[in-house]
């Protein structure tokens, strides 16, 4: 996790190991356009799998997107704090959500696996961007903001969720929480276009 912060001001960045397993879980079913926002695909890319046989008896594709969606929405909601929990191999927190639940139990070993990866690789790129310094926009975009509106910052906290997303772009959740390509802050123009507006409304 990184931590910018000031007088009355904190910004982190961190990712999040349940929301990658939804991210996997999200593409391999194949639910494009699931959820709020509607995310771009991991990358690397999961590989598709047909669910019709596994759901179709518990409601299907149709149910399994609204109950993708609904533990989606906890999560964001509930980060940085993990819900439900996810204990294989029954997965008793998702009893009511049968679709999502039969899913899990047949992909949990992949996406746990490939979650471990990414984190991974995010520990690698935090401690690449530690080393270059490239953290720094995120003081930077603060203080321009105080500069331009003459006074010290409204009390303010900034939590951006870093996910990884083939595209690069960010997306804005009220009141304070930011969904962002992990791979965004290594294009500091782009990020600035999707960070600062947002610094300028909190700050």
């Given at each position: ?17 349940p ?5 996997y ?12 926002p ?42 940085p704090?993990?819900a ?120």
């Amino acid at each position: 996790m990184h931590e910018s912060g000031g007088p009355g001001w904190r910004i982190t960045m961190d990712t999040s190991g349940p929301m990658l397993i939804a991210l996997y879980l999200r593409d391999v079913a194949g639910l494009d356009g699931a959820g709020k926002p509607v995310l771009s695909h991991a990358a690397p890319k999961v590989r598709h799998a047909d669910h019709k046989h596994l759901t179709s008896d518990v409601g299907g594709l149709p149910a399994l997107k609204t109950e993708w969606e609904a533990w989606w929405e906890s999560l964001v909601k509930s980060y940085p704090n993990p819900a439900p929990e996810l204990s294989p191999p029954s997965f008793k927190a998702f009893g009511n959500s049968p679709a999502l639940q039969r899913v899990l139990q047949a992909h949990f070993g992949s996406a746990l696996g490939w979650a471990t990866d990414r984190i991974d690789e995010y520990a690698h790129l935090e401690a690449a961007r530690e080393a270059n310094g490239v953290t720094h926009l995120l003081n930077e975009l603060v203080e321009d903001r105080l500069l331009e509106v003459g006074r010290s910052s409204r009390d303010f906290e900034l939590t951006i969720i870093e996910l990884p997303l083939n595209e690069p772009r960010a997306w804005y959740l009220e009141p304070s929480t930011m969904i962002m390509s992990h791979q965004l802050l290594s294009e500091p123009d782009v990020f600035r276009s999707y960070v600062q507006p947002v610094v300028e409304m909190l700050a």
